[in-house]
């Protein structure tokens, strides 16, 4: 086996400095997109609720049988 090479400080400390930077910058990306998409759900639950109404109309009126 190859004995392991010496890696050098600078390297080292560019190479953790790079990654708490990037967990930093996802950290902050996701605070801000969290808020985007529970609008964008509850919006769809909306939109959803409304479609299964009128779904639920449409096969009643499909049936014959008076709206209750």
Not at 1 to 23: D, E, H, N, W
Not at 28 to 34: G, I, M, S
Not at 39 to 64: C, D, F, H, T
Request: charged share 40%.
């Amino acid at each position: 086996m190859i004995p392991p090479v010496q890696v050098s400080p600078l390297i080292k400390f560019t190479r953790y400095s790079a990654l708490l930077v990037g967990m930093i910058y996802g950290k902050k990306r996701y605070d801000y997109l969290k808020p985007i998409a529970e609008e964008e759900r509850r919006v769809e639950a909306e939109e959803k609720k409304k479609r299964e109404e009128l779904e639920r109309i449409a096969k009643e009126l499909a049936e014959g049988s008076p709206l209750v």
